[in-house]
Each structure stands twice: as C-alpha cells, then as structure tokens.
C-alpha cells in the first residue's frame, strides 16, 4: 500500500512555513545579522522539522506493524490448515500400512 503525503497540506508544514514568513532576526547596528538569533530560529524550524518527522515516522510503523500483523495472521492460518492436511495424510499412510499387513 503506498499511500503519498501531501506535506504542504500539512498542518504542521503550514505552521512552519508561517513561523519562517513572520519570524524576525535582530540585526547587529554594524555588520549583519545577530548570530544568535539566526540561530534560535535554526534551532527553533530544526525542532519542528523532527517533530513532523517523527510523527510520519511512527504513523507508518504504525501502518507497517498492521500488515505484518494481517500478514502473520494469514501464514498462522495457513500453518495451521497445512498441519491438519499433514495428519490427514499420516492417518492415510497408517492405515494404508495396517491393510497391507
């Protein structure tokens, strides 16, 4: 099942994209920016980024630990309908041997 996202309708990609249009960066009297606060801002989007991604991530853990639990389910009815048709055919051979004899 690939199921794409799309990351601009997003929530989260939607608050991002609002905090870097509205975030303000002090500005040094002489020579650029303020280092510091360039980076709190890094620091701040860096924060949100994991945050979405880690939510993503164990949305699809989620997702994957179902099918393989559907899938695990299948093989265990499938053992199990195996193990009934083997006994039927060790029944089968030990009454084909009982009438031989």
Known sequence: MDESVDLRSLKEIQDI???????KIRHKAFGGCDPESVLSHLYE???QYETLI????????RQRERELQARLSQLERE??????????????YEESIRSAL
């Open 17 to 23: 994209a609002a905090y870097l249009r509205n975030m």
């Open 54 to 61: 880690a939510g993503l991530l164990s949305q699809g853990n």
């Open 79 to 92: 053992n199990a309908e195996f193990a009934r048709w083997q006994q039927g055919m060790v029944r089968w």
């Open 45 to 47: 989007i860096t924060l």
